[in-house]
């Protein structure tokens, strides 16, 4: 696979203070000064009920703000996660977001012999996440469900790859200096468009 050109950067935190915004911010900083083109959404600010009504069987149009996320994830080489874990898993607004975007007929197809097609191959992933709790404790006592969900459960599923992990623990009792050298780790990860 070539290196990413196009970069999209999902901000998944309900608020425009987090570290998570930090996050993104050095991140599309980084890629940015690579040369890649950058595109930023922040679900926060976007108009959309993020119940999916009546499942894949259901009628609901998308609303104009996620006609442009549909857009913006076709246009990008790669997608950077960005988010803070909550009860262990994506929080509500990222995983309404995650329902109503990454639909049949855009994101997968099914088959009528019971297999899909994956129609978001060609792209790759980093899944940027911070949690209070040591990132040693989520993943080997909880095992990281909402890594497994969102890796391997939706852009597995729909054909991107790899996905990369960049876990942050610990947040709440972190010092500047350490959250200074998060932010300077997320973006050079951006520079290196990884």
């Not at 009504?53 to 960005?82: C, N, S, T």
Request: with cysteine; glycine share 10%.
């Amino acid at each position: 696979m070539s290196e990413p050109r196009r970069i999209l950067v999902l901000d998944g935190h309900p608020s425009d203070r987090s570290l998570c915004r930090a996050l993104g911010e050095a991140y599309e900083r980084g890629a940015r000064s690579s040369g890649a083109e950058v595109r930023r959404t922040v679900v926060a600010h976007l108009v959309f009920d993020p119940v999916l009504r009546g499942g894949y069987g259901g009628e609901q149009p998308l609303e104009p703000d996620l006609v442009r996320a549909q857009e913006d994830i076709a246009w990008a080489d790669h997608l950077v996660f960005v988010h803070p874990v909550w009860w262990s898993d994506l929080p509500a607004l990222l995983k309404g977001f995650v329902d109503r975007v990454f639909l049949p007929g855009f994101a997968f197809k099914y088959r009528t012999s019971g297999l899909w097609d994956k129609l978001l191959r060609g792209k790759s992933a980093r899944i940027v996440h911070t949690q209070d709790a040591p990132s040693w404790y989520y993943r080997f006592f909880v095992g990281r469900p909402s890594v497994r969900a969102l890796r391997d459960g939706v852009l597995g599923f729909c054909g991107v790859a790899p996905v990369r992990l960049s876990a942050f623990g610990g947040v709440r009792r972190s010092s500047a200096a350490r959250r200074a050298a998060w932010l300077a780790r997320v973006e050079e990860l951006g520079r290196d468009r990884s």
